[in-house]
């Protein structure tokens, strides 16, 4: 099982830029793919990216160019540094960790964090 704890949220205007952390705790010895999903009121749940335990990383296509996902130097931990943000990234962003084989945008993930608001308004 791994804790996950994201931070890092806030309200930044449109153009701006955010970094999101995440850390997280488990008592395995298990490698994860680990990412970042978010939804919107009124919206379906998206991958935003994610990171294999050997860096491969993968980005929804909104956001390709702008985001940035990344592993820290703590293990099970990660950052997404988000730039050029627009309204339509305003969501609440989930941390997510799965131990299985497969690491994609558009996987299930067996855990997730409690999810940390970002608001792009001006």
């Known amino acids: 099982e791994v804790q996950l704890v994201e931070s890092g949220g806030g309200l930044v205007q449109p153009g701006g830029s955010l970094k999101l952390s995440c850390v997280g705790t488990?008592?395995?010895?298990?490698?994860?793919?680990m990412g970042w999903f978010r939804q919107a009121p009124g919206k379906e749940r998206e991958g935003v990216a994610v990171i294999d335990f050997d860096g491969t990383t993968r980005y929804a296509d909104s956001v390709k160019g702008r985001f940035s996902i990344s592993h820290a130097n703590a293990k099970h931990t990660i950052d997404l540094q988000m730039n050029s943000l627009e309204p339509e990234d305003t969501a609440m962003y989930y941390c997510?960790?799965?131990?299985?084989?497969?690491?994609?945008?558009?996987?299930?993930?067996?855990?997730w964090g409690q999810g940390t608001q970002v608001t792009v308004s001006s």
């Open positions: 488990t008592s395995t010895s298990s490698s994860y793919c």
């Open positions: 997510v960790a799965d131990a299985g084989w497969e690491c994609s945008t558009t996987m299930e993930f067996d855990y």
